[in-house]
Structure formats: structure tokens, C-alpha cells
């Protein structure tokens, strides 16, 4: 027997008519009087090409044909109630005269009204109260390109507006966000309520004919990021004290008659674009410049190196390409160079730094760059004393040997780079008593001549067991393995370290069970351990004084210890993507500073129990462990299923065998030499990195450091 679809065809296309009709209906059409009053405005004008040298301009009044004015080109309504709210016609090959009477001025719904690049003959407003009806207008444009006409004598004048004046026609339009009339005859002062206008974020009166003084308090629009002012020759001001946070992008006053001072132009560290060519600016060219984090392309202009009296560079964070100007080298007054996060290339000669003795703060970090450096055995007396210097990503094949020299280094960062082979040892002495930060990650490192006090040992493709020579370093602070492909047992011969604070032995092949040492205390000063992402099977280790402990995705098998409990001045837990069994102990309720806890995807029956940080944790702490119930959790625990307080007591050590009843608060002395927290420049998103963040002045607490 056969089948024939054609009436289900049938029925699904009169479904699918019905369904389009439908939410065709549910728009509202556009109003009538609307609609009327584009045709009006369409029939007083003509089409001609030749008004605009756009080559993308399109005659867009020619698809007015269909009933619903808001799918005409050009036209967009509000959804809910079919007024017409913005007009762009823009370079609309239109050409003829606006009258103050024209139907356009009949929209008092519109927002956004743009007229930009057409040829409106001269057109003259009489009554600029027309466009002042539309009092719910965000965005104004009625500017001309300066590239329609050939020459400056053929700028043609869009709309030529006297009397009642420029600040009449903008008086009522208190909501504008958008301002574009350049190249219009204003002729006519700016008028000083215009600083009140708080939405505007771009003004273009570029060409205008105004005159007369420019109202300071413009600059200092909170939401103002686009100013162009140029060619209005009549046009005088000066600027006021700028503050750093100004959002100011775009500033252009050239062939203005501005004078003053300028120096806090510096002060704008959003600025990606400043002309101030043909002004009266007086004084001294600012010492700082920042315009980092922007979106600047292009390369590095050359005349910055004529800025002599320049201490402060920033170009961080843009697009940036080509070659670091060699020229830079003569700016000798300069302190801080930041070109990081850019998309530099080319070969640079360290020398030209060096040349530089004010310079101590230099980030060429995450470029494209390749280093020429020369042996500074000679030049030492010479050699600039860096406090910050980044260097990582920048294809370095060795350890520059003018490092040896550097005696105030703060934050060095080398990571990410091709240097292969072992650690000189001279590289441990690079500022050893004001190092806070020391980066070496991924590069092609083998071992070290001599044991060090700081290690950043993520990420270099370590293999094999911890190097043995680890104990000898008594000062060592913190000991970050992380993420590298060490396969050994837990190294509890580190137990005896007096200063160690922080310990990551995260994702590694670490195995067996965390245990204690044979000799000494075990970790006397140890606050933060995160051994994450390995197959340790068991705990029985002695540690005290714990603020962040990390033992998730492991192989971890038994119940949570009770005496977890009485780690006093614990604030992260995380035992997720473990085996763990049981319940859970009522006595982690007491740990009153606990902020993370993370007990997901193990085994875990029985209710959770509420009362101080745990009634501030989500299901996500609990998921995955479908034996658990009550709150945050949707399963509603039966009145069998209380805990057992007893059992919880006998299981206390079935997973650790923690020794918590010492806390040694003493760990300020010796000597401090540095932090790496990790692979800090280029793994933020780790989780343990993530905890430090929060404790952060609580690290540099433990770490005997200033915050």
C-alpha cells in the first residue's frame, strides 16, 4: 500500500503559514501618520548620486514601497509599540531642502536620527525649535565627510542655522548620547549647559565655525570618550587638571586657538588618539604617557624617542606590531617602559636598554621579540638597576649575564621562553633580599648548580623523582612542582624544611600515601598544600597550622576524619573526585573561617549538617554524591537518617591520621628572599592559585611580606 505525504506536506505548510502569520501580527505595524510623514519627506527630495563620494552610498528611499514602514531600509521600530525610534540615511544619494516644517520633524518617538553625507542645498532652519520636539533624540548626526569635496573652499554646508542659535536647537535634547555636525555652519558659540549633558559619549563639531571660549567642564563629561573640535580656528580654552579614569579616547583640537598648559594630559590613560597640531599650548611636554590596554594598531611611532623628558611609557596590552624603535635608547630620563602584550618582532639589542640608567621598570613580556645581549663583565658600574623586568615569551636561549648584576629585582619573569641546560648558580643571587616573584615555567631546564631559596619548577617538563638535594634548602618558602611529570611518593623528607609555607605537588604522578617523616616535626610553618591530580591512596601525615588544603581528583578511598574538625584556621577544603565513603563529620561545622568546601563526586552518604559555613555552601559543594540529602541538596532526609556521632568518632583516622593538636604561629623569622606563586604570569585560572588570590594579603602575611 502506498503512502502519500502530499497531505502532511499539505498540513505543515498551512501550519507554518498560520504560525508565520501569527507573530507577523504580533508586531505592531508601523503607525500611519509615521508612515505619511517619510513619504512627505521622500517627495520633497531627489536622488542624486553624484552628492556623495561614499562608494558604498545606495539611494535607501527607493524600497519605501511596502505598507509596514518599519521594514524599510533604513527604518527600525520599537517592537512593543510600533513608533519609529531611529532613522539612518546616511549616504543616501539625497539632495534638495530641509524646511522647518518638513514631516521629519513629526517623529517625536525618534531616538536616533542620522542625515549624514547628503547634499541639503544650503538648506536653512529658521525655527530650530522643529528639531528641538525631539526630546527623546540619544543620538544626533548631520555631519558631512570631509572626504566628499575636493578641496576645503567646496565644503559644502549641510544645514546653515542662525537664529535662535545653536544652543537653542540643543537646549531640550538633555538625553543626547551621540552629537555629529561637523562641517555644518553653526557660527556660533558652544554653550555652556552643554556640560550638563551627562549621556554623551561622542561630540564631532569639527569645522562648525564656533568661536568664542570652549566650557572647560565638557572635557570632564563622565560617560565623554570621543572629542573633535578641529578647525574651528575662532575657538579658544584651555584644558583643566585631568584625573586619572577619564574615559576620553579620541581628543582632537588641531587649528583651534587652545593655549595653556597641557601637562596632565598625561593623566588620560584611556587616550589611544591626540592632535593637537596649530593650538597655543604652553609649558612642558608631559612626562607620562599611558595608553596601555587599548585597542592601538600600527607600529611604534619613532617621534616618541624626541620626548626626552619622558619617565613613564605605557603601550601595554594593544595591537602594536614592527620593531621596538632603537631611537628609545636616548630617552634617559625614562623609569618605566611597558610594551607586554603587544605583537613586537624583530631583532632588539639589549644594549639599547642597558644605555638607560634611570630605567627599573621594563615589560617586554608576550611579543614576538628575539634578544641580542653582549657579556656586561665591563659595563656592570653601568648597568641599570631593574625592580621589575619581563622578559618571559621573548625567545631567549640563555640567562642573560647582565642579570648577575641586578641587585633590586622584584619581579623578574623569564618563563616561556627556549633556555636549555642546568640554572647557573649565580642565578640564585639575583637580588635575593628584595625578590618577590622569580618565573621560569616553560622552558627547557635540566637542574641547578647550587640549591636555591625560591622555585618556579612549573611546567619545565621535570621527569623522574624530586631532586635530593631539596632538604639542604633551609630557607625555602615555597616549593611549586606543579604540573610537570614527576613520578614519585610523597616527599615527607621535606617535613623538616622550618620556613616552608606553601607546597604544590599538583598534577605530577605522585603515589602511595602521604606520610610522615622519619626525623623532625612535619611541616612546622606549612599553610597552604595543594596535591591535587595525582593517585595518592592514603593519608597518615602530621600537619599543622593548615589554612588551604587540596587533596581533590586523587584515589583517596575510607571517611573524612572528624578531627579534620579541629584545624582551627582552615578556609579551603576540597576533597572532590576522590572514592571517599561515609558521612559527613558534624564536627567541620566548628571550622568558622572554612569559605571553600568541596566534598563532590565520592561516595558519601547521610545528611548535611548546617550551622555556621555550612549554611553558606551550594549543591556544588555536594554533587555527585547520591547517598547525601537535606539542604542545599533537593533530597529531604528521612528522621533514621541522623548522625552518628559515635561512628563518626571511630572512623576519625580511617583517612588521615592527622596530628592537629599544635599550632606553631612562629614563622616570621629568617631570611625572606622571594614567592613564586606558582605559574602565576600564565596558569591564573588554577585552582590553588585561584584560593591565593582571595587569601592574598594573608600570603604575604605568612610570607613575613608588606601587603
Not at 552643554?194 to 569645522?207: A, D, G, H, K, V
Not at 588641531?254 to 590613560?269: K, N, R
Not at 604652553?282 to 600600527?298: A, C, D, K, M, Y
Amino acid at each position: 500500500m502506498e503512502i502519500s505525504f502530499f497531505p502532511f506536506i499539505l498540513s505543515l505548510l498551512q501550519t507554518t503559514l498560520i504560525i508565520t502569520s501569527f507573530f507577523h501580527c504580533a508586531q505592531p505595524l508601523c503607525h500611519s501618520h509615521e508612515r505619511s510623514a517619510f513619504l512627505q519627506f521622500k517627495n520633497s527630495l531627489v536622488i542624486d548620486k553624484s552628492t556623495s563620494a561614499d562608494p558604498l552610498a545606495y539611494p535607501k528611499v527607493e524600497s519605501w514601497s511596502r505598507e509596514d514602514c518599519c521594514f524599510w531600509d533604513g527604518i527600525q521600530c520599537d517592537k512593543q509599540t510600533g513608533h519609529v525610534t531611529e532613522v539612518d540615511l546616511s549616504s543616501s544619494c539625497l539632495f534638495g531642502s530641509i524646511k522647518s516644517t518638513s514631516s521629519l520633524f513629526h517623529l517625536t518617538q525618534l531616538q536616533s536620527l542620522n542625515l549624514a553625507y547628503n547634499h541639503f542645498n544650503y538648506s536653512q532652519i529658521p525655527s530650530a525649535i522643529e528639531i528641538s520636539k525631539l526630546s527623546k533624540l540619544l543620538s544626533l548626526n548631520l555631519a558631512l565627510n570631509v572626504h566628499v569635496v575636493d578641496s576645503p573652499s567646496d565644503v559644502i554646508r549641510l544645514l546653515e542655522l542662525k537664529n535662535p542659535g545653536f544652543g537653542f536647537l540643543l537646549q531640550n535634547l538633555t538625553k543626547l548620547r551621540q552629537l555629529a555636525l561637523s562641517y555644518v555652519d553653526i557660527s556660533s558659540t558652544v554653550p555652556y549647559f552643554l556640560s550638563n549633558f551627562s549621556s554623551l559619549t561622542s561630540i564631532y563639531l569639527r569645522n562648525c565655525g564656533l568661536y568664542g571660549k570652549f566650557p572647560e567642564s565638557i572635557f570632564q563629561l563622565p560617560n565623554l570618550e570621543f572629542l573633535s573640535l578641529a578647525e574651528n580656528k575662532e575657538l579658544t580654552g584651555s584644558f583643566p587638571e585631568f584625573q586619572s579614569g577619564s574615559p576620553l579616547k579620541e581628543l582632537s583640537l588641531w587649528h583651534t586657538s587652545f593655549s595653556g598648559d597641557f601637562s596632565s594630559i598625561g593623566e588620560l590613560d584611556s587616550l589611544d588618539q591626540l592632535d593637537l597640531e596649530g593650538c597655543k599650548f604652553s609649558g612642558l611636554i608631559p612626562s607620562s604617557i599611558g595608553l596601555g590596554r587599548n585597542e592601538l594598531t600600527g607600529q611604534i611611532p619613532p617621534w616618541l624617542a624626541n620626548l626626552t623628558q619622558l619617565t613613564y611609557l605605557g603601550l601595554e596590552a594593544n595591537r602594536l606590531n614592527g620593531m621596538v624603535p632603537r631611537s628609545f635608547s636616548g630617552l634617559k630620563k625614562l623609569e618605566t617602559l611597558y610594551l607586554n602584550s603587544n605583537e613586537l618582532s624583530g631583532i632588539v639589542d639589549f644594549d639599547m636598554f642597558l644605555c638607560m640608567e634611570n630605567l627599573i621598570k621594563l615589560q617586554l613580556t608576550d611579543n614576538n621579540l628575539s634578544f641580542l645581549t653582549t657579556d656586561t663583565k665591563n659595563i656592570n658600574a653601568t648597568v641599570p638597576q631593574f625592580r621589575i623586568l619581563g622578559l618571559a615569551l621573548c625567545n631567549l636561549r640563555n640567562f642573560p649575564s647582565f642579570l648577575s648584576y641586578q641587585d633590586n629585582l622584584m619581579f623578574l619573569e623569564l618563563g616561556a621562553n627556549k633556555i636549555y641546560g642546568q640554572i647557573p648558580k649565580w642565578v640564585w643571587n639575583i637580588s635575593s633580599e628584595t625578590m618577590v616573584s622569580f618565573d621560569l615555567s616553560n622552558n627547557f631546564l635540566t637542574g641547578f648548580d647550587q640549591p636555591p631559596t625560591v622555585l618556579p619548577w612549573v611546567r619545565l617538563k621535570f621527569e623522574g623523582r624530586i631532586p635530593p638535594s631539596l632538604p639542604s634548602c633551609m630557607m625555602l618558602q615555597v616549593l611549586n612542582l606543579g604540573n610537570n611529570q614527576l613520578t614519585d611518593i610523597f616527599p615527607s623528607w621535606l617535613g623538616p624544611l622550618p620556613d616552608l609555607k606553601l607546597l604544590v605537588l599538583r598534577s605530577n604522578r605522585f603515589h602511595g600515601v602521604i606520610g610522615k617523616p622519619l626525623f623532625g616535626s612535619a611541616f612546622p610553618s606549612l599553610r597552604f598544600i595543594d596535591l591535587s591530580y595525582n593517585n595518592f591512596t592514603e593519608s597518615t601525615g602530621s600537619l599543622q597550622g593548615l589554612h588551604v588544603l587540596n587533596l581533590s581528583n586523587n584515589i583517596l578511598s575510607g571517611s573524612i576524619p572528624s578531627a579534620l574538625g579541629n584545624i582551627s584556621e582552615l578556609e579551603s577544603l576540597d576533597l572532590s573526585q576522590n572514592m571517599i565513603h561515609g558521612e559527613i563529620p558534624h564536627q567541620l561545622t566548628q571550622l568558622t573561617f572554612l569559605a571553600v568546601f568541596d566534598v563532590s563526586h565520592n561516595h558519601l552518604t547521610g545528611p548535611i549538617h548546617q550551622g555556621n559555613q555550612f549554611s553558606t555552601f551550594d549543591s556544588s559543594s555536594y554533587d555527585g554524591n547520591l547517598g547525601l540529602c537535606g539542604n542545599p541538596l533537593p533530597n529531604k532526609c528521612g528522621k533514621s537518617e541522623s548522625p552518628a556521632v559515635e561512628e563518626e568518632e571511630k572512623n576519625s583516622g580511617s583517612l588521615f591520621e592527622f596530628d592537629w593538636s599544635t599550632f606553631l604561629p612562629g614563622y616570621g623569622g629568617g631570611l625572606i628572599v622571594g614567592i613564586v606563586l606558582g605559574n602565576i604570569f600564565f596558569q591564573k585560572k588554577e585552582y590553588w592559585l585561584e584560593i591565593v588570590s582571595k587569601l592574598g594579603y594573608k600570603v604575604a602575611d605568612w610570607l613575613s611580606l608588606p601587603v
